[in-house]
């Protein structure tokens, strides 16, 4: 039942994501829309029913989540990743920090902003990537975009994880991937299509990159010890870690599968100084 006029949308097709939302994620959001007045809407099917539908990967869904039947009756829209866990301690209300009117995103450009950081996240990013085609030190936001059979006229990328949206303006942007782009094997599902076109649209507004930290790039920077194996029984440091993450956050994003076994080690009800006594009584 609709109580606030804003709200956080998601996308939970399967009974592993359901439940993998319900034990890591799913506190952090209500915590987090009680504080700042957003109801939670959570699309558990398809919302285009036509063979066409069924035949694409689920994540194309979330170009047509502002014609959802109870998501269009919110004004604000805030689609939000199923796998991100809110930091409901210290995120301000995200709608308050966009430019009215604009589709507000994480920029890829404003969270690296120099060749130190390109080449400590996105250039180890690419390097553990699962494509082949994608670990190359040399490529391009235009260059990736090509590869995806899109123009090369874009020079930045975002994470479509953390959008924030308004029903009667941005319908026609997202509508217009869905009708006319497809999937291919560099096109990250919907990610790259959707992405070029919100930022070839113009409506794109960079909003504060803590509203969308991603987890296994925080962790390729800073703590890439992890990925060694050695490191995986010792589950104090693991905690230290991610909850460090966490706390440097607003929302962190758990993309890749084997990354989001760290939620689970997140300490939510404690914070800052709290939280490390927490983990240093129970690790």
Known sequence: ??????????????????????????????????????????????????????????????????????VREYQDVVWVDADIVINFHTAPCIIGCNEGGKIGIVSYKAAYPNAEKKDNILGRAFEYGPQEWMRDPDLTFPMLYAKAGLPMDVDDMVNTGVLVLRTGRHEEVLRNVYDHCEENEYSAKENIPLLYHILASGMANAIDTRFNMIWDYVLLENYPFLVVENFETDLKMQALCVNTAWHNSYFLHFIAGNSRRHAAYLVQDHHWIDAWRRIYETH
């Not at 399967?14 to 915590?31: A, D, K, L, V």
């Not at 957003?38 to 699309?43: C, G, H, Q, R, T």
């Not at 285009?48 to 039947?69: A, F, M, N, V």
Request: with cysteine.
């Open 1 to 70: 039942m609709k109580k606030n006029d804003k709200c956080l949308a998601t996308l939970l097709i399967g009974e592993t994501y359901q439940n993998m939302w319900s034990q890591h994620f799913e506190r952090s959001w209500r915590e987090y829309a009680e504080r700042h007045g957003y109801d939670i809407v959570v699309v558990d099917r398809p919302i285009d029913q036509s063979e066409r539908g069924r035949q694409r990967t689920p994540h194309w869904q979330k170009c047509l989540i502002l014609e959802h039947e109870e």
